[in-house]
């Protein structure tokens, strides 16, 4: 089965140019816009979607209510390669959650060492990660981390670790094991609240940002799609496909074709190098009865898992040609996001506000939410224990600090069947007030013919 994202009304951000198309058609038809649009609408009801962690809203699940705004760093160091000597070691790990180089501290929630295990990793970002997941938050898992240091592999492993005869390989990567434990989590939940009548979907989608354009990963054949913005969907790709999924089986065809169909180019690091960044996500909805009062409750989380393209220090890795303008795309864009965590952090430290840049690129503009938003968020900082890396392994430690600095505002996302028939009767009472407007015609109107902005917001209070 398979959807696409939906075209709702919209509004082009990225582009530039604000094309206002929300959902106006309530309205009274305006002249040509302001350059600034100001919402004729009165001020919007408290937004359900948003609506705060409530205890009770979260079935018989007490452990997944504890809400957190920390994010998540672990530093994960994987073993030298065929290049590298004993000797060349200048990274050791301290305790369980530090790591030393140069005689340097740095100290996150936890640091794995070269023998460290794709079961830790799951362990300490993914089981968590589902269970947040079922409680109604969105959830975001970044691998950052210098060409060769592993983020791909900790993310989905090597690609014949995904072939069904090898899916219970240790090697698998945290996606698919994610979604695996996902799955059955789920049919758990549906059985044990089966009197609730709870029942999940799942929807995925796959997407590469290349050159700072925005290629689908399920169909490539879509290049170069567009970020929209609007407020019933908040930020979302438009024309991306989204598939349903019900199994293990159906997520890794589409892992497999999805990754078949990225980037990736040799450097002199790492023979295949992934030259985008990109974006797995999982729509998870659900829907229920209350136990007490009978009310429906409808949850909806979203899972991001980021394999970033790694940095690279051209003159290290031999870049030339195409490589070279790669590298040059992605650094800028890694450089985006630095700077944009760099402000987030000061935010969150100082409490001060300022302008945070996440229309600079359309990673950050499209993660937004993962970045200093409502999702729970995990970095996974990928390090190479090597002395040739040096100077960018103290860079991606320094990025690992400042990210845990970091406060996001994870909420549950739950709406009750009340909030959406309060939403049926405010349109109710829109169009009640759309059609008075109508036939009171001429007399509201100005000497253009259309209604003045005063008076249809005066008009449209309830
Ligand atoms: N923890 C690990 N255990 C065993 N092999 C690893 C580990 N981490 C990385 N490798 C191996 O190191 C090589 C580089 O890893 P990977 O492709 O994941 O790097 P990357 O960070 O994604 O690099 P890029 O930014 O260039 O895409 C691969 O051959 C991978 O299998
Ligand atoms: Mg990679």
């Given at each position: ?9 919209s ?5 530039g140019?604000?094309?206002s198309q929300m959902?106006?058609n ?9 350059s ?5 609408l ?10 705060k962690l ?5 079935l ?8 957190d ?16 000597e004993?000797g060349?070691?200048i ?20 640091v794995?060492?070269t ?7 799951f ?22 981390g210098?060409?060769?240091?592993g983020k ?7 690609a014949n ?12 990567g945290?996606?698919p094991r ?7 989590r789920i049919n ?7 009197e ?12 590469e940002?290349?050159?700072e ?7 490539p054949s ?11 969907s ?8 989204e598939e ?20 990736t180019?040799a ?29 429906s ?23 030339a040609?195409?490589?070279?303008k790669?590298?040059?795309n ?5 450089s ?6 760099n402000i987030l952090a000061e ?13 600079d ?9 993962s ?5 729970k968020?995990?970095?996974i900082?990928?390090?190479?224990p090597?002395q ?6 103290f860079?991606?430690?320094r ?44 007399t ?14 005066r008009?449209?209070?309830?």
């Amino acid at each position: 089965m398979e959807s696409h994202s939906r075209l709702e009304p919209s509004q082009t951000i990225y582009d530039g140019e604000l094309q206002s198309q929300m959902d106006l058609n309530l309205l009274p038809p305006s002249p040509a816009p302001p350059s600034k649009i100001k919402s004729p609408l009165p001020p919007r009801p408290p937004n359900p979607l948003k609506r705060k962690l409530a205890v009770d809203a979260l079935l018989d699940n007490p452990a997944s209510a504890v809400s957190d705004s920390g994010v998540k760093v672990i530093v994960r160091m994987r073993p030298l390669n065929n290049e590298e000597e004993e000797g060349d070691m200048i990274v050791q790990k301290v305790t369980g959650d530090s790591v030393s180089i140069n005689g340097q501290t740095f100290t996150f929630d936890s640091v794995g060492n070269t023998d460290s295990t794709q079961l830790d990793v799951f362990q300490l970002i993914g089981v968590p990660l589902v269970e947040n997941c079922l409680a109604g938050f969105n959830s975001s898992v970044f691998a950052y981390g210098q060409t060769g240091s592993g983020k791909t592999y900790t993310m989905w492993g090597p690609a014949n670790a995904l072939l069904e005869e090898n899916l219970s390989s240790d090697q698998q990567g945290l996606t698919p094991r994610v979604l695996e434990r996902l799955f059955s989590r789920i049919n758990e939940e549906q059985i044990k609240h089966a009197e609730q009548q709870l029942k999940y979907q799942c929807r995925c989608s796959f997407l590469e940002i290349y050159n700072e354009q925005i290629t689908d990963l399920l169909d490539p054949s879509q290049r170069n799609l567009q970020i929209r913005e609007d407020v019933k969907s908040g930020v979302y790709v438009e024309n991306l496909r989204e598939e349903y999924v019900c199994t293990m089986k159906d997520v890794t065809q589409l892992l497999i074709k999805g990754l078949s169909n990225r980037r990736t180019g040799a450097t002199s690091i790492n023979a295949e190098s992934s030259r985008s960044h990109s974006v797995f996500t999982c729509i998870v909805e659900s829907r229920c009865k209350g136990k007490a009062d009978g009310i429906s409750r409808f949850k909806t989380s979203r899972i991001n898992l980021v394999d970033l393209a790694g940095s690279e220090r051209q003159k290290l890795t031999g870049a030339a040609g195409e490589r070279l303008k790669e590298a040059g795309n992605i650094n800028r864009s890694l450089s985006q996001l630095g700077n944009l965590i760099n402000i987030l952090a000061e935010v969150s430290q100082t409490g001060k506000q300022r302008h945070i840049p996440y229309r600079d690129s359309r990673l950050t503009f499209l993660l937004q939410d993962s970045l200093g938003g409502n999702a729970k968020l995990a970095m996974i900082c990928a390090i190479s224990p090597s002395q040739s890396c040096k100077s960018e392994t103290f860079s991606t430690l320094r990025f690992a600090q400042r990210a845990k600095a970091i406060k996001n505002k994870a909420v549950v996302n739950e709406v009750m069947q009340d909030d959406v028939n309060h939403l049926r009767e405010v349109i109710r009472q829109l169009r009640d007030e759309l059609h008075r407007m109508k036939a009171n015609g001429n007399t509201q109107a100005d000497s253009t013919g259309d209604y003045s902005a005063s008076w249809a917001r005066r008009s449209l209070k309830y």
